[in-house]
């Protein structure tokens, strides 16, 4: 069974940073994406931002784009979120996902194992 462990969420200013990252164990297959999405409060869980481990593309919403940068380390099954120029807006639990198979890449659906979740909170 496929676990992922996040870290690295917390309490930060507005204009502040953090590093996220997401660790996977027990995978038998090669992954496909490794993804970032984010729920906050009353909200829909939405997609936040993925790397595709062949070749290294990466995706992200609107609402980041510019400000967080998504990166990967395949031999560590590790994947990273740098969270920069942070604002209230982005106050959420932030999911890691993994997924085996391509397709639209922004679909959670098509996702296959998601980790537990960490708090990310800017205060303004």
């Known amino acids: 069974q496929v676990q992922l462990v996040e870290s690295g969420g917390g309490l930060v200013q507005a204009g502040g940073s953090l590093r996220l990252s997401c660790t996977a164990s027990?995978?038998?297959?090669?992954?496909?994406?490794m993804g970032w999405f984010r729920q906050a409060p009353g909200k829909a869980r939405e997609f936040v931002a993925a790397?595709?481990?062949?070749?290294?593309?990466?995706y992200y919403s609107d609402s980041v784009k510019g400000r967080f940068t998504i990166s990967g380390d395949n031999a560590k099954n590790t994947v990273y979120l740098q969270m920069n120029s942070l604002n209230p807006e982005d106050t959420a639990v932030y999911y890691c996902?993994?997924?085996?198979?391509?397709?639209?890449?922004?679909?959670?659906?098509?996702?296959?194992?998601w980790g537990q979740g960490i708090q990310v909170t800017v205060s303004s």
């Open positions: 996902a993994d997924r085996q198979y391509s397709g639209n890449v922004y679909t959670q659906g098509l996702y296959d194992y």
């Open positions: 027990g995978r038998t297959f090669s992954s496909y994406y």
């Open positions: 790397i595709r481990w062949s070749g290294g593309s990466t």
